[in-house]
Nanobody, 121 residues
Framework: QVQLVESGGGLVQPGGSLRLSCAAS????????MSWYRRAPGKERELVAT????????NYADSVKGRFTISRDNAKNTVYLQMNSLKPEDTAVYYC??????????????WGQGTQVTVSS
């Protein structure tokens, strides 16, 4: 069965860093675009970062550009989100997403259970 298991969340002070990991299983990881989303209390879900199946292209939300880096290791079926210079407004539950599209249509869409990131002094 498909599994996306996030880890690495926690409590960190403003200006600190965290590295999130998402371990995938049950599907052909290297064929999927991987993304990190987040949902803060009382807010809509937000796309944070995306990386293509080969890792050749990445995109970021304006709010995290220059601070967060998404990467993947297809040999380990894992995607990462390195978060630096964290701010209180980065506090949210972070979700890993795997998506495969064919001719512009979403064919498969998987989600992890989320990991809490809290930025507070």
């Amino acid at each position: 069965q498909v599994q996306l298991v996030e880890s690495g969340g926690g409590l960190v002070q403003p200006g600190g860093s965290l590295r999130l990991s998402c371990a995938a299983s049950g599907f052909t990881f290297s064929r999927y675009t991987m993304s990190w989303y987040r949902r803060a209390p009382g807010k809509e879900r937000e796309l944070v970062a995306t990386i293509t199946s080969t890792g050749g292209s990445t995109n970021y939300a304006d709010s995290v550009k220059g601070r967060f880096t998404i990467s993947r290791d297809n040999a380990k079926n894992t995607v990462y989100l390195q978060m630096n210079s964290l701010k209180p407004e980065d506090t949210a539950v972070y979700y890993c997403n795997a998506r495969r599209t064919v001719l512009g249509l979403v064919r498969s869409d998987y989600w992890g259970q989320g990991t809490q990131v809290t930025v507070s002094s």
